[in-house]
């Protein structure tokens, strides 16, 4: 089983849907959850960073923590053209090596 | 904050030269940086860890002596593909990280094309 695991997708939604991202990982030790997007031929941007369990909200999106099913998710409300990217998540796993999931494309159509 | 900057974003050169790609920090001190190599519609593949002073740390498959790591200080790493050949063509992609179980902060990243 992989530590960390990440539908690759592609997800299409239309525009304005709400969109759910999700992640699964193995070790209930992890404590610290992180989701980044990537626009083509662009490096990761850090979008949300989050500890233990429970919700985080920045503008249209919330990042969610469900240490009891190991299960992490994004959401994006009222989904625009420009969201259109890849979604990875990620988490620190101890000192200085983190594990990233393997991206959900997502393309969200006018 | 926490920028992070990659030069150059593009780069074509000939088979059998040597190419040097920047990774800064520009207002925070990164105590250790990343290298990550991506083929199109993949994920991220690292290539070695660096902690400023030091020696860089490869992941298992990836030529020390073909991918030089430089970390000369606290806001600097590079990266240097020596005699670069078609197959080292690829998207190469710089991170910083301040400290343990923080995250990383991602550059531009790199197109190199190897003619």
């Known amino acids: 089983q992989k530590e960390v695991e990440q539908d690759p997708g592609p997800l299409s939604v239309p525009e304005g849907a709400i969109v759910s991202l999700n992640c699964t990982y193995s070790?209930?030790?992890?404590?610290?959850f992180m989701w980044y997007r990537q626009y083509s031929r662009k490096g990761p941007e850090l979008l949300m960073y989050?500890?233990?369990?429970g919700n985080k909200e920045d503008g249209r999106f919330t990042a969610q923590v469900d240490k009891s099913s190991k299960y992490i998710s994004l959401f994006i409300r009222d989904s625009q053209p420009s969201d259109s990217a890849t979604y990875l998540c990620?988490?620190?796993?101890?000192?200085?090596?983190?594990?990233f999931g393997a991206g959900t494309r997502l393309f969200v159509k006018a | 904050g926490a920028v992070v900057s990659q030069h150059p974003s593009w780069v074509i050169c000939k088979s059998g030269t040597s190419v040097k790609i920047e990774c800064r920090s520009l207002?925070?001190?990164?105590?250790?940086m990343f290298w990550y190599r991506q083929f199109p519609k993949q994920s991220l593949m690292l290539m070695a860890t660096?902690?400023?002073?030091?020696?860089?740390?490869?992941e298992q498959g990836v030529e020390k002596d073909k991918f030089l790591i430089n970390h000369a200080s606290l806001t600097l790493s590079t990266l240097t593909v020596t005699s670069a050949h078609p197959e080292d063509s690829s998207f190469y992609i710089c991170?910083?990280?301040?400290?343990?179980?923080?995250?990383?902060?991602f550059g531009d990243g790199t197109r190199l094309s190897i003619l």
């Open positions: 070790n209930s030790a992890f404590q610290y």
């Open positions: 660096s902690n400023e002073g030091s020696k860089a740390t490869y």
């Open positions: 207002d925070f001190q990164a105590t250790t």
């Open positions: 991170s910083a990280q301040q400290g343990s179980d923080q995250p990383q902060h």
């Open positions: 989050t500890y233990s369990s």
């Open positions: 990620a988490i620190p796993t101890g000192g200085f090596k983190t594990i």
